[in-house]
């Protein structure tokens, strides 16, 4: 099993910053990659951004330039950084862990943005 906990979501301003962690615990040597998806109220679920084993990221088109994924393998911790946040990034952020056999998922964090 496969245990993801996310943390650091909140409330802030337009334009301000957050991290998220995702910090994984249990069986992670089958994980090849990691990944941040979000699901707003009403909207399907999306990729925000992933990050393989050997580094490799991919972004979802609306957060290039502004959002960076980045790991801490000690840590067993996945960090998405999160500058010039707009209304629309208001979302539950969700951690994936993808392996050979299934995906596993952790609960969420609440981001909202609003003045």
């Known amino acids: 099993q496969v245990r993801l906990v996310e943390s650091g979501g909140g409330l802030v301003q337009p334009g301000g910053s957050l991290r998220l962690s995702c910090a994984t615990s249990g069986s992670i040597v089958g994980i090849y990659v990691m990944g941040w998806h979000r699901q707003a109220p009403g909207n399907q679920r999306e990729l925000v951004a992933r990050i393989t084993n050997g580094g490799s990221t991919t972004y979802g088109d609306s957060v290039k330039g502004r959002f960076t994924i980045s790991r801490d393998n000690a840590k067993n911790t996945v960090y998405l950084q999160m500058n010039s946040l707009i209304a629309e990034s208001t979302s539950v952020y969700c951690c994936?862990?993808?392996?050979?056999?299934?995906?596993?998922w952790g609960q969420g964090t609440q981001v909202t943005v609003s003045s």
């Open positions: 994936l862990g993808g392996t050979n056999s299934r995906p596993y």
